[in-house]
């Protein structure tokens, strides 16, 4: 079926592109981490492992704090985006309304959070709704540094968890719900029996996409967090290549934070059916 | 008295019905968080047009325009680019996957996703590396075209890889068998019943990069920046000044405009399978 010529050459400049900015970076990136601070520019550059033995010694609460908070966000999304995407699946008529305003998180975490800023600060839209529930909406972007970061970020990673979860609800047959119902089976036990073991690979597939973007998470955390949330690996790495120049240690933690994303990245396209299907 | 006074019955409207009680809960639950989704936007939009007196103008969007329209100019212009690189590389690329044996089709694939599931910062800072030490293109126009080409290009070859494989192969066939020639048949008969894929894919290269400031940060020079990193330098001069929410309400507008003039048009199928789906 060779109809526009074979099918390497068609790949060729897509394979090309993605092995010289993508694959090439990512080998010097780890080769820069096996360099101390800057002398990979250098005539001779000066090979260690240090940096990683910095990580391990010094940043570790970073990477914990890098975890934890991806962790909580990406819980936060199980716990309220379950319901949501349920009801968007099998109550509503208004789905495109909502996949239409779903998107303003999709333009990324920069302008998300600068709005979050305004929406949490002194005489936001919200001051009235804190005062009622007695905080005080001067103070309350020093006060709930953690609960805020992990808000904003949960936020921006919403639509990708009720997406997978909608799509995999969309593949549970209603009448079986209905079924159990008949057969008197409580609300909880359609749930738990039901609609959890039916729909599990969904929402763990998007657990773990939700929990592979809030491991990337920067500008919230610089803008919503203090300096225990400012630890996440990449604005520390940022502050380290970009501002000491300590190329070395930040490709060190670039690393680091990649081996945690591709392993999640890995997780989830075993559980996920793929969008590629391939 | 209890003869005298009678007997009080509800009347069944008047009853709370916790069918339709739940029902309405459910509805609000929807609408708290498309309220969440769009109130970040609708602020900043409330305190661009705020003056320091007290009232509403719009001469923080004159002030925006002025300084900062090159910029706008400039994201433009990368995301066109950006756009056409994609298209000439993922479509071919789509038609590989599809119609031809590649060995190694698995692998082959998850080497061109790499950058996918690359965090920005990592992405950012092996790209400053490798433009420094390397291809000496750092802070150029093409560095920057070049990162969000590799970044984006998988999204662009998702929905052609789902609208070619929806589309059966009778059709070229048939031109062929009715004597078109291979590029014709391409053009005016493949090319074509592909659009609403290779449309989906312009529409999230066009998110993606328009508002892209991560990787931009990392590899962009000190002049002539995108307007997504100028918001993102602002942020540290002018801080939460007027003019800096009106440019970030224009990028967030100009984007969402796009998105819904792609909804009227194409609706939302071949977003399926996206992130946008």
Same mark, same amino acid.
């Given at each position: ?13 897509? @394979?090309?592109? $993605? ?52 962790? $909580? ?190 392993? @999640? ?14 | ?145 070049? $990162? ?9 070859? @998702? ?119």
């Amino acid at each position: 079926m060779r109809k526009y010529g074979p099918g390497g050459v068609l790949l060729a400049p897509a @394979v090309l592109v $993605a092995v010289v900015f993508s694959i090439v970076p990512l080998i010097y990136l780890v080769r820069v981490s096996l360099t101390s601070e800057s002398t990979f520019f250098f005539a001779s550059p000066e090979n260690t492992l240090d940096n990683y033995r910095t990580i391990w010694n010094r940043y570790l609460p970073h990477v914990w704090t890098t975890i934890r908070l991806a962790t $909580a966000a990406s819980f936060f999304d199980l716990i309220f985006g379950f319901p949501f995407a349920y009801i968007l699946v099998r109550k509503i008529q208004y789905r495109d309304v909502v996949r239409v305003l779903m998107i303003f998180p999709l333009f990324g975490p920069l302008y998300l959070t600068y709005g979050l800023r305004f929406v949490f600060g002194a005489n936001g839209p919200l001051a009235p709704l804190l005062d009622f529930l007695g905080l005080d909406s001067r103070t309350l972007l020093f006060a709930y540094p953690e609960q805020l970061t992990i808000i904003g970020m949960a936020i921006f990673t919403f639509p990708f968890m009720v997406m997978n979860i909608a799509a995999a609800l969309t593949n549970v047959d209603p009448t079986l719900e209905e079924a159990a119902r008949t057969l008197g089976a409580k609300p909880r036990q359609v749930l738990t029996r039901v609609l959890l073991p039916l729909s599990w690979p969904g929402i763990l597939a998007g657990f773990l996409m939700c929990f592979g973007w809030n491991l990337g998470v920067f500008i919230v955390a610089m803008l919503l967090g203090n300096i225990e949330q400012q630890r996440v690996l990449s604005l520390t790495l940022y502050q380290k290549a970009m501002s000491q120049f300590d190329y070395g240690l930040g490709a060190a933690m670039g690393i680091v934070l990649m081996a945690l994303a591709f392993s @999640v990245t890995w997780l989830s396209l075993r559980f996920s059916r793929g969008a590629l299907g391939a | 008295m209890s003869a005298i006074t009678p007997t009080r019955r509800l009347e069944p409207r008047n009853r709370l019905n916790p069918g339709a009680l739940l029902s309405a809960l459910q509805h609000v639950y929807i609408w708290v968080w498309l309220v969440i989704f769009i109130l970040p936007f609708l602020t900043t939009v409330v305190r661009s047009l705020e003056t320091p007196q007290g009232g509403y103008s719009i001469e923080a969007y004159r002030f925006a325009w002025n300084a900062f329209s090159p910029n706008l100019w400039i994201s433009v212009k990368l995301t066109v680019a950006t756009i056409l690189i994609n298209l000439v590389i993922a479509v071919p690329a789509a038609f590989a996957i599809i119609r031809h044996p590649v060995p190694g089709k698995r692998f082959v694939l998850s080497a061109l996703n790499v950058s996918l599931y690359t965090p920005g910062a990592v992405m950012g800072l092996s790209l400053a590396i490798t433009y420094a030490y390397l291809l000496k293109i750092q802070g150029t126009t093409g560095g920057l075209i070049a $990162a969000y080409t590799v970044g984006t290009f998988p999204l662009m070859l @998702v929905p052609v890889i789902v609208a070619l494989r929806d589309l059966p192969e009778v059709y070229g066939e048939a031109a062929r068998t009715l004597g078109a020639s291979r590029l014709r048949t391409l053009l005016r008969i493949e090319l074509p019943l592909l659009g609403p894929g290779i449309s989906a894919g312009i529409l999230l290269t066009f998110v993606i990069v328009f508002n892209e400031f991560l990787v931009t940060l990392f590899i962009a020079g000190k002049s002539d920046q995108p307007a997504a990193l100028v918001i993102y330098g602002l942020l540290g001069r002018a801080g939460f000044a007027p003019s800096t929410a009106a440019l970030a309400a224009i990028m967030q507008f100009t984007s969402f405009m796009v998105v819904l003039l792609f909804f009227k048009v194409f609706g939302s199928r071949y977003l399926k399978g996206t992130y946008l789906g």
